[in-house]
Structure formats: C-alpha cells, structure tokens
C-alpha cells in the first residue's frame, strides 16, 4: 500500500420486545452481500463491481492528524487482506496488479478538539476508480476508513481456519477458490454519523489480570464496531493493578509483581486508543469496593471492614456483597484528602476529559457495625444498635440522614483533586441510593433496572432528578441487557447463603444475554423490562423527561469469570449488537421492531472479520444457516416478514 501521507415489523416474543411496539413497514434495505456493521445511517448503493488491490492503495490525506489515518491506512490493507488472498503480482513498476479503485482521498475540514466534542460524521463515496472521504474531524475520517475495510469484498472468502498467509493461500490455490478482491454493488454513496456520543464497553481488570495485549485487542474491536469508549475499571477490592507514584506500596495490592500496569502500560493504552479514536475513562472506585486500598500504608487506616469481619461476622455477607470487603470510612475528615491523592495523580496520568469516581454499593452493614464510622458520623451514640440493627441489617432513619449528609461532605471535597474542567462520572447509586447531589453536568452510569417498589428503572429514576434540575447526563448500563459476563453459573460456594450470593447464582440479572436481547434495546425508547419478573413477561414503560440527557450506554463485562482466555468469546460478537443498536438508532423505525433475519446474515459477516483479525469470537449458528433458512419455518413468524422468509445470503 502506498500513502501519500430492515427491517420489517413483527410479533416477537414478549421477553425481547416491547408489548407495547407497534408493527411498522421499515423504509430499511437489504445492505449487499451483509458488508457493513454497524449500519450506516443512510446510504445508496449500484450494480457494479469494481476490482480493487488493497496493498496498491494510494491515500492522499488532507487535514486532519496525518499519523492517526496513515495508520489507519495501513490498518485498511492488513484488514481487508486477513479474509481473502490477494492477486498474484504480474505488472506495474512495483510489481503489483492495480485494481479498478487505485486511490482513496480522505479531506478533513476542521480542526481536532477533546475526543469527547469530536464529530464522528462522515461521507464516503466509491466511483469506478477511486474512493472519496469526507469528514470534519479525524475521527470521522478513522469511521470511514473502518466503513471502507468493510466495503471491500473477497472474491473467495478463505474459510475462517485458514490464515491469509503464503501457506494458506497456497492451499486455497489448490482447492480452487479465486484470488483477489472488489467493491461489489458500486458506485457507494453512504452519508453517516453516530445516534449516540457515548458508546462503550466497561472492562474489568481488577478481579482477573487482564494484560496490555489483550486490552490492545479489544480497542480494535471496538474500533472495528464504531465504539468509542473504554470504561477501565481499571481497579476494584480484589486488586490493585496499576503503579501508583503517590502510594507506591499499593503494588503490593496487585496479585503478583507481573500483574501491574506500569505508568507506560496506561499511557500505550490510551495512545492505541486514541489512534482509533476512543476514548479511556478510568474508574478508581470509592468509598466502597475498597479492601485493596488497605495495602497502603497510608490509606489503610480509613479503610473499614478489610476482607469482611464487621461486627464479629467472619463471612464477607452481610459486611459486603462480594469478597473481599472494604469500605472508606467517608466521616473521616483525613479520608477525602487521601484518597483525593490518587484522584490528582490518576487524573493526570489519564487524559480523557471523564473521570469515573466509582461511587456504588456503599456497605451500610460495614459502616453501621463500626466504631470508626459510627463515634464520627453519630458523635455521643453509646449503643450502634439505635442507628444500625445490626441482628437485622437494618439501618436507622437517623443512620441514613447522617450517611446522605456525611458521604456528601466526602463526595465534595475529593472531586476537589479533579483538574478544572474534568467531569466526574459516578455509578447511579450515589445519587439514587445515598441522595448525595453532584454537579450538573456529571455523568451517571445507571446499571439497576426495575425497582418493584418505585415502580421504575434507575434510568427513568435519574430523568426525574433531572426534572427537578439536577443536569445530569446518562450512561445506560442497564444489568439486565448489557451485563454481558453472565451466564456461567455461581462462582462463589456459598451460593445459597443469603442476598449476598444473589449476584452469581443463575438469577434474572446474570442470566446469558443474547446478542438479539441487546440488540433490540435502545437507551432512549425501549420499554425496560421488569426484572422481578423472572419470566421475562412484564415490562415497564418508556423513559420520560429530556432523553437528550441519554448520551448513550456501555455493555460490562465484569471479572468474576473473566481473564484473557475467554474475554472474546463473551465480549464479541455481542458487543457488536450493542455497537449497532447505539451508533445505527437513528436509522430504525423503532428498536422493537428489528428484524433479526436481516441482522444475523450481517453479524456473521462481521463476525468472520473478527475471527480473520485475531478473535476468538462466539459462534453465531451452524455453518449451513449461512445458505439456508434456519428458524422461520417453526418461529411463527409471519407470511410477509421482509427478510424472514427469503434465502439468506453469505458474503
């Protein structure tokens, strides 16, 4: 390579739509031979079939960060030549066979900014030589590039167990399948732009060590998908992972000297991220999650309840809701101030404008059995037992008033370590749970669905604040769709004792998720589904209130059972339904009436340059579902469903 620098309305069953979905006619097209994912949000294509050499490619880039699309360039060649074997060199100067399309001109307009306010909209346009991008900032441009990787079509597809390499190609030779590869069903005319601004996947790396490697490669999954965030949680109670200048004895809190992210680990992150246009927010969870905290010198002493024990108890329930316990010891005045510490030095080392200050599942139990917290917070109380039952976990009124009014004091004063113009990011429970207020314009991650005595979601619960004033901006991590680490059983072995087991026993929340139950949830118009309701037949209503204040969700894969081995297989291709949903909303006539026989043809498609590219992704169905129909003979899916019922297509 060479650089000069859908869908049809439908009835579906009750436990993925909507009751409420209306049918509707979708304007949507079949998109040729399933190339693209995500969908773009308009687009026009021909008949021709253009030839094209992926390694011959010129790229003349005008504007923008000339190093990000150079590399992106190149990623265009190494891509598209991963699920196909190009044609034999025979003629030309450099000895390789030009194709029809011969170069690719790429014009950024504007001028970059923070990745946050980054305009992702491009245009692409493909004529019988050449290819034409368009984009106001580099990122734009970097999507389009992604598109155009996808655009470019395999005459024969090698099959996913062979590699693109001289070998492989040699065995393809011999088997017959023709080399080289085309723009099919040009000349393109694709105008697209992201539904929602945050589009992420929340990686945990503090409950199984997740190395650089492997964190590398799910940045390019989510690049190739058109996601733009990755949530690093980056630290939890189990570990401490990462090099800390300001409390170096931390390193201790890591499970072995090789499981440590090095400051230039973090910043080798951050740079391939950004190369790809994402974002990185790190989460340093407090008060609770907080048990490694303790293996610092000079944090351990505000932190209470290490590793469980609260008030004589020798299990972690019901000091905490997973192993091992801890929490911040938030009366503490010296508490703040300390942890204030890493915030400033993390805060630093991290450059995204976002920096997620944890803020979830505060251990009441932990704080209302602790002399530390309770002579503090309740000055004078001789017996606990009038502020917390302890003999029934129960907190008093007085007890709660004192946590909403003494976790705020904390709350204020170590967002104070945040440089000017850094936006916190908080899970809901902080402001829904503890009634502490933040700023406006804080971003709050909601992960709780129903609410059977509210009658609500956490998300519909945080428009209500916002309706009252508060300004806060949403993050959709509902648990119930996009919690995609679920499904493989209990870990812990006291799976029966107690609500503490209840969030790894096969219970609503961790069941599997499909990546059809994904795909069809939508942040701002889905009805959410009630999740007391087991069977997955009640469902809630729409969100009300200003859902411009939804800025988009993040599916999670947390790290109970998660480490390098298996983080694809549960990550991809799910998230890429996810990617989808998000980046495509605008193009569906409702997210309740997608139409998974026009979706999966693409997603196996996607799903195949995933595995060319290195993924150990899910198998999606049996390789004779690529050419025949599978499921609409006995789905009860009707007559005139737009693509149910025709012969699918494969590449």
């Known amino acids: 390579m060479q650089l000069s620098v859908i869908l049809a309305a439908t009835t579906l069953v009750a436990s993925v739509f909507a009751a409420d979905a209306a049918p509707a006619v979708s304007p949507l097209t079949k998109v040729p031979h399933n190339l693209l994912w995500p969908r773009p949000q308009t687009w026009t294509a021909g008949t021709t079939d253009n030839t094209i050499n992926p390694q011959a490619l010129v790229f003349n880039i005008v504007g923008g960060d000339q190093a990000k699309l150079t590399k992106a360039a190149n990623r265009v060649s190494t891509n598209a030549l991963a699920v196909g074997c190009n044609v034999l060199p025979s003629y030309g100067c450099s000895g390789q066979v030009y194709g029809d399309i011969t170069t690719v001109s790429v014009t950024v307009s504007g001028t970059d900014g923070d990745l946050a306010d980054a305009d992702e909209s491009y245009t692409l346009d493909t004529t019988s030589s050449g290819v034409t991008i368009t984009a106001v900032h580099t990122v734009g441009a970097l999507r389009a590039l992604e598109t155009l990787t996808q655009l470019i079509k395999p005459v024969s597809k090698l099959p996913d167990w062979i590699a693109s390499d001289a070998a492989g190609c040699a065995a393809a030779d011999a088997a017959g399948l023709a080399r080289g590869f085309v723009v099919p069903n040009g000349p393109w005319h694709i105008v697209d732009k992201p539904s ?29 998908t058109k996601l733009n965030v990755l949530h690093w949680h980056i630290v939890d109670a189990t570990s401490f992972p990462v090099v800390s200048t300001s409390y170096p004895d931390l390193a201790t809190a890591a499970y072995d000297a090789l499981s440590v992210y090095s400051y230039d680990d973090v910043k080798a992150v951050i740079a391939y991220a950004a190369d790809r246009g994402i974002r990185v927010i790190p989460e340093f969870d407090t008060p609770a999650h907080a048990n490694a905290y303790s ?17 004589g108890t020798t299990s972690f329930w019901p000091t905490c809701p997973e192993p091992p316990c801890g929490n911040v ?7 703040a101030p300390a942890f204030g510490a890493l915030v400033k030095e993390y805060s630093a080392l ?15 139990f932990c704080l209302g059995t602790s002399k530390e917290y309770v002579n503090l917070a309740h000055p004078g109380v001789t017996d606990f037992n009038t ?40 899970w809901e429970d902080i402001v829904l749970s503890e009634g502490v207020t933040v700023p406006a314009g804080s971003i709050i991650q909601v992960w709780n669905s129903w609410d059977n005595k509210a009658q609500k979601n956490s998300l519909q619960k945080v428009l209500d604040l916002n309706a009252k004033g508060a300004g806060y901006k949403i993050v959709d991590t509902n648990n119930d769709y996009y919690y995609l680490d679920g499904g493989s059983g209990a870990w812990l072995t006291d799976r029966g004792f107690g609500p503490g087991g ?46 411009s204040a939804i800025i988009g969700a993040s599916a999670a894969i947390w790290g109970e059972r998660i480490d390098a081995n298996n983080l694809d297989v549960k990550l991809w291709p799910r998230a890429a339904a996810a990617a989808e949903a998000l980046w495509s909303a605008d193009a569906f006539p409702t997210p309740d009436a997608k139409d998974f026989f026009e979706a999966q043809p693409r997603l196996q498609v996607f799903r195949d340059r ?42």
């Open 196 to 224: 929602y601004s945050y589009r992420g996947v929340s990686l945990d790396t503090s409950r199984n060590y997740i190395p650089v490697s492997a964190i590398k490669r799910t940045l390019d999954g989510l690049a190739a």
């Open 295 to 311: 293996f610092s010198k000079g944090l351990a002493p505000y932190v209470l309840c290490v590793n469980g024990g609260a008030a």
């Open 329 to 335: 010891n938030i009366a503490d005045p010296g508490a």
């Open 350 to 364: 991290f450059t995204d404008s976002v920096f997620h200050m944890g803020g979830d599942e505060i251990e009441r």
């Open 387 to 426: 502020v917390f039952n302890a003999s029934t976990n129960t907190p008093s009124a007085t007890f709660e008033k004192q946590l909403t009014a003494t976790y705020q004091v904390y709350a204020d004063t170590i967002r104070k370590a945040l440089p000017t113009g850094k936006v916190a990011q908080y």
């Open 502 to 547: 209840d969030s790894w026993k096969e219970n609503y929340w961790t069941k599997y998720k499909t990546w059809q139950r994904v795909y069809t949830h939508d942040p701002r118009t889905s009805a959410q589904e009630n999740t007391t309701d087991t069977d997955g037949t009640g469902l809630a209503g729409k969100p009300k209130g200003d859902l």
């Open 610 to 651: 995933l595995i060319s590219r290195g993924f150990n992704a899910e198998a999606l169905q049996p390789f004779w579902c690529n050419y025949n129909q599978c499921g609409a003979a006995f789905s009860g899916y009707p007559a005139g469903l737009a693509f149910g019922n025709q012969k699918p297509t494969y590449w």
